[in-house]
Each structure stands twice: as C-alpha cells, then as structure tokens.
C-alpha cells in the first residue's frame, strides 16, 4: 500500500471514529424530561389517591370548563366530606389561574364536580389541588399540556 492508500485508510478511520463518537454523544444524551402528565397520583403525603378528568372532553384554550376530582383511600375507598383548595397556573410564565375554580357538587364514590377551570394560555400548566377529608389534609399537583 502506498502513502496515498495510508492516508485515505486514516481518514476513514477518523470519519468512523468520530462518528462512533457522536452516535455515543447522541444515545446516552438524557432526553428533555416533560413534565409528569399522568393524571391519576397519589397525593404528597401518601393519604389519598387522586384522580382528575375533565368532565366533558379535552379541554381547550379559553374554554371555561369542568373537572371531576375522585378522591379514594390508599385502599380504594372513596372517601366523602372532602373539601378543596385549588390553584396552580403556568410554572414557565409565573402566572397562576385566570379563574378560580371550586368544588361545587358531591357526585357520590369519592367524586367531586369542579368548576370554573380555564387555561388562558397554550402550554404548560400545573393544577394544585389541597384536600381536606376526615383522615387529614394533604395535596397533590398535576401537569397538563394544552
Ligand atoms: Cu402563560
């Protein structure tokens, strides 16, 4: 092999190199974390287990709308006489809620209506929801993408 041969072996052996290199850079690079969208948790201090839906479809910009919070024991119990705080807003604009929703009916097995949630924005939102039952008071937040 002549010096030419050599040198374009070499090259190629770069090239390989360095695109092995990257693919490394590329497969072990932690993807973007969204944020958690699940919506059924347990709250943060391990009382209840909370569940949201919106009541009637996906919820879309602008839209005043309903919810409907189930609220069971750890062991599944629907749990009654619950009452709520509920806040929350947009963590990438430091905005809260344009409204401000409450609890306004007890539909039985652990289900509450809540009304008056808009999201007047596309993006990001968190809902914080304070609950206060019987076995103690506790939280828990969600995440939701419009
Ligand atoms: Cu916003």
Known sequence: MGSTGRMVVGAFGLVALAIGFLAVVFLTAPAAPGPDLARAKTSLKGLYSIAIAPESGE?????????VVTVTTRQGAPVDNASFT??????????GLPTSPEATS??????Y????MKFS??????LK??????????????NLVL
Do not use: N
């Open 121 to 126: 924005m596309t993006g990001w939102w968190q």
């Open 129 to 142: 929801f304070g609950i206060t039952a019987p076995a103690g008071a506790d939280e828990a937040t969600f």
């Open 113 to 116: 209506r809540i009304e008056g």
């Open 86 to 95: 509920i806040g929350g807003g947009m963590p990438e604009h430091a905005h």
């Open 106 to 111: 007890y539909l039985g097995d652990g289900r």
């Open 59 to 67: 919820p879309k910009q602008g839209d005043l709308h309903s919810w």
